[in-house]
């Protein structure tokens, strides 16, 4: 069974930083890709960042410049420093992780920043 624990989350003032991790149970180079996705208030979930297990990254165009998304592979764990944070930032951050047709989530971690 895969776990994903997020933390990191929390309140910050606009232009602030939070580093988000996102833990596995087990070795994170058995994914295909792990990456951060983000569920705005009264919205829809929508991808921030992926990284796969090459290192290759992707970022949503409202992430690029202020978001960092990596991996750890000792210590099984994926990252997201965030930087220069806006309120539309405002959201619930899930980690998920693909392994062929299957994805897993976490239980997702409350990022808020205030204006």
């Known amino acids: 069974q895969v776990q994903l624990v997020e933390s990191g989350g929390g309140l910050v003032q606009a232009g602030g930083s939070l580093r988000l991790s996102c833990a596995a149970s087990?070795?994170?180079?058995?994914?295909?890709?792990m990456g951060w996705y983000r569920r705005p208030p009264g919205k829809q979930r929508e991808m921030v960042a992926t990284?796969?297990?090459?290192?290759?990254?992707n970022y949503a165009d409202s992430a690029k410049g202020r978001f960092t998304i990596s991996r750890d592979n000792a210590k099984n764990t994926v990252y997201l420093q965030m930087n220069s944070l806006k309120p539309e930032d405002t959201a619930v951050y899930y980690c998920?992780?693909?392994?062929?047709?299957?994805?897993?989530w976490g239980q997702g971690t409350q990022v808020t920043v205030s204006s």
């Open positions: 087990g070795s994170i180079n058995s994914f295909n890709a």
């Open positions: 998920a992780a693909t392994r062929g047709v299957l994805i897993y």
């Open positions: 990284i796969t297990t090459g290192g290759s990254t």
